[in-house]
C-alpha cells in the first residue's frame, strides 16, 4: 500500500529536477540542543520567520516502500541557507520517508502509523527553531532565533534532528529531507502536490471508516481514480468485512 504516494513524490521531485541543489552532511558533528518543550520567540527575538509575510509555508510528509525514491538519510538544500538570509523568506521542507510495509500494518494501524509519522515534527523542540504549524491552513512557518544564528544554527543541524526524531519509530528506514529557501520556484505546484498528499492520507482513513460508501457520491471519487492502489485498498476493505 505504500506506493499510494509514489506518484506524487515522483511530481514533486520532478520539480526540483532543474534546480541547483547542496547535499548537507547527516550525522554531522556538534548535535543541536533540544529543549525539551515548545518556546515562545518573540517578533524581538527572531531574527526573520521563514514563510512570514504570507510567503509560501509548506510542509510535507510523503511515505513509500520503494529505495528507488528514497535511497537512504539524505538531507538538501535548495537556496540560502539559515546563516546567509537576512529576511522573511519563503520556504518548505518536505520529508520522503521510507517504510517498513509490514510494521506499518493494515486498515486502522495504517492510518494511524501515517499520522504518528506526521505528528513526529511536534515531538522536536530546536533550540531556536520554532515551528509555527496550521493544520486548518496548511502552512508551515518557522521563526528563526537572533541568538540561535550567532550560536551557529543552520539546517544540517536541524535536518539531523528530524532524522533522529523519524528514526525512533521503528517503522521508519530511510529518510530523504528536502529544505527550499529560493525565491524563485514553483511552490504553487508544489502545494498541489502536498494537498494531492494529504487528500491520499484522508482518503484512507474515509475508506476504512466508511467501507459500504458510494464512490460516485464520495467527494473523494477523484482521487481514487487518480491514484494507484486506491481502489485495490477499498475494495480489499470491503472483502475482509
Known amino acids: 500500500m505504500m506506493r499510494l504516494y509514489d506518484e506524487v513524490i515522483h511530481e514533486s521531485l520532478h520539480l526540483l529536477e532543474t534546480q541547483s541543489g547542496k547535499k548537507l552532511r547527516t550525522e554531522a558533528a556538534g548535535s543541536w540542543k533540544d529543549i525539551g518543550k515548545e518556546s515562545m520567540i518573540l517578533r524581538s527575538e527572531m531574527a526573520y520567520e521563514l514563510g512570514g509575510d504570507n510567503l509560501p509555508a509548506i510542509g510535507s510528509q510523503m511515505l513509500t516502500a520503494d529505495a528507488a ?6 538531507i538538501w538544500l535548495y537556496g540560502k541557507d539559515l546563516p546567509q538570509i537576512r529576511k522573511n523568506t519563503a520556504f518548505a521542507r518536505l520529508a520522503l520517508v521510507r517504510v517498513k510495509e509490514d510494521i506499518m500494518g493494515e486498515g486502522d494501524a495504517l492510518y494511524n502509523q501515517i499520522r504518528r509519522l ?33 550560536k551557529g544554527l543552520d539546517f544540517e543541524k536541524i535536518g539531523n534532528m528530524f532524522l533522529r526524531a523519524y528514526h525512533k519509530n521503528p517503522a521508519v528506514e ?5 529544505f527550499l529557501t529560493m525565491e524563485d520556484f514553483p511552490y504553487r505546484e508544489l502545494e498541489r502536490q502536498v494537498r494531492k498528499a494529504e487528500q491520499i492520507t484522508r482518503a484512507i482513513d474515509h475508506i476504512l471508516k466508511d467501507i459500504a460508501m458510494n464512490c460516485q457520491s464520495c467527494s473523494l471519487k477523484q482521487i481514487c481514480d487518480e491514484v494507484e492502489g486506491m481502489r485495490e485498498l477499498h475494495f480489499g476493505a470491503v472483502q475482509a468485512q
Do not use: F, N, Q
Not at 513526529?120 to 521563526?143: D, F, L, N, W
Open 69 to 74: 525514491l528514497v535511497s537512504g538519510d539524505e
Open 174 to 178: 530511510a529518510v530523504k529531507l528536502i
Open 118 to 150: 506526521e505528528y513526529t515534527k511536534y515531538h522536536m523542540y530546536p533550540e531556536g527553531y520554532m515551528m509555527r504549524i496550521s493544520a486548518a491552513s496548511e502552512r508551515e512557518m518557522v521563526r528563526i532565533g537572533k541568538d540561535a544564528l550567532r
